[in-house]
């Protein structure tokens, strides 16, 4: 797997959530939003084929 790096901005409650998942399942937090994005562009799927609307 490659990987860019990117910049992007989070709640700092977002940030202390992502910071505790992280020392506690010991993953690294780019692996967990990674995970997310990836869990997000499987539900959905069908956006990125124009299929259907964002958040409708």
């Known amino acids: 797997m490659s ?11 977002q940030h202390e959530k992502l910071k505790k ?3 506690l399942t010991g993953v690294s937090q ?3 939003v990674r995970k997310a994005l990836d869990d997000f ?10 299929q259907r609307t964002l958040f409708k």
């Open 3 to 13: 990987t860019v790096s990117g910049s992007f901005k989070i709640t700092k409650d």
């Open 21 to 23: 998942m992280s020392e």
């Open 30 to 32: 780019a692996t967990i």
């Open 41 to 50: 562009f499987k539900k959905n799927e069908d956006i990125l084929t124009d």
